[in-house]
């Protein structure tokens, strides 16, 4: 089949995009990505790329009234957290021929064929994925939700198309960096899917969208050069709170999560090692292309993440939480 992705970036996200990018064209013989470039820097350096098989769209090109009125409310996270669900929504409306699209965040990092997860989700029209919170974190479900929108697939049909309108609608009225009211950014939104809507259809493939916050959970091995959760091929895997600290030194993950140091290597040395090969053809046909390298997590910040995890969890220890509260208005 040929794949219809779309994801959105700045520069200072451009790195892990191309990554991204990269780990498509290894595991996916045919697809399409599109792109929304938040700045001009990105797009620039995108079209001298001239990327196969990518479609650029630049932010002033979808950016309306009712976008433009968000845009002042919010922070650039925010922004872009609203973004994800109006652009998958302008490109399914506007492009009839796109039979299904998935959004993807752009730092995740394909290890083995996106296939399993077309085949589970069959003839329903949307498909949506767990966080699938290891036990000592599942409280982060009253925080931000039982569904990541990491990867995120929606039928250009008549459910499809009315589930993304409406999610895309929501995120436009409200979409921030806080619990309110039931919802959490763009992903709260997702809980009452499969209640609502019979088409909607919750993964249950535990290789994708495997992350920090899920790692540590499962049987993993690796095969022959293919990395396996329990018997399923690793299919992606969610850099979040990924740092670059310079062209060859990462901090992997935030000091909020646990993650052994076998598992580290095993899964995030690929990426990094992709990373490191980017910056370098970066730097060889963009020169002038500015990115500032973070700082990363001083002793300070690590304890910081630490005390907020042995808070956050006293907190929502002692909250009731009814996903039934949860509606797209």
Not at 80 to 104: F, Q, R
Not at 263 to 278: C, D, S
Request: neutral net charge; proline residues 4%; charged residues 25%.
């Amino acid at each position: 089949m040929n794949y219809n992705f779309c994801t959105l970036f700045d520069k200072n996200y451009l790195f892990q995009g191309l990554a991204l990018y990269r780990s498509l064209v290894t595991h996916c013989p045919k697809f399409t990505l599109y792109i929304l470039c938040l700045d001009r820097e990105t797009f620039d350096v995108l079209e001298k790329l001239a990327l196969e098989n990518v479609r650029l769209t630049d932010l002033k090109d979808i950016e309306g009234p009712d976008l433009l009125m968000a845009k002042q409310t919010r922070s650039h996270g925010e922004y872009c957290w609203t973004l994800g669900s109006v652009y998958t929504h302008h490109l399914l409306k506007d492009n009839p021929a796109i039979e299904m699209i998935a959004y993807l965040d752009s730092d995740l990092y394909f290890y083995s064929s996106p296939q399993p997860i077309y085949d589970e989700m069959s003839k329903n029209s949307v498909l949506i994925m767990r966080h699938n919170y290891e036990k000592s974190l599942k409280y982060l479900e009253q925080k931000s939700g039982i569904y990541n929108v990491a990867m995120t697939i929606f039928k250009n049909d008549e459910l499809g198309l009315a589930v993304l309108e409406k999610w895309s609608q929501a995120c436009l009225k409200w979409c921030y960096n806080r619990l309110e009211n039931g919802k959490f950014g763009d992903q709260m939104y997702l809980d009452n899917w499969p209640d609502k809507y019979a088409g909607v259809w919750v993964l249950q493939n535990p290789a994708a969208d495997v992350a920090p916050w899920n790692i540590n959970q499962y049987k993993i091995i690796s095969d022959n050069g293919r990395i396996f959760i329990g018997d399923n091929p690793l299919i992606f895997y969610h850099m979040h709170t990924l740092k670059i600290l310079s062209p060859k030194a990462f901090q992997l993950h935030s000091s909020f999560y646990k993650i052994k140091p076998t598992l580290e290597h095993l899964i995030y040395t690929p990426y990094t090692t992709e990373l490191t090969n980017i910056i370098t053809q970066i730097k060889k046909i963009a020169p002038d292309f500015k990115f500032e390298f973070s700082l990363g997590e001083n002793l300070r910040a690590k304890l910081k993440q630490k005390f907020k995890r042995f808070l956050v969890a006293i907190y929502f220890s002692h909250k009731k939480y009814d996903h039934n509260e949860k509606q797209i208005t």
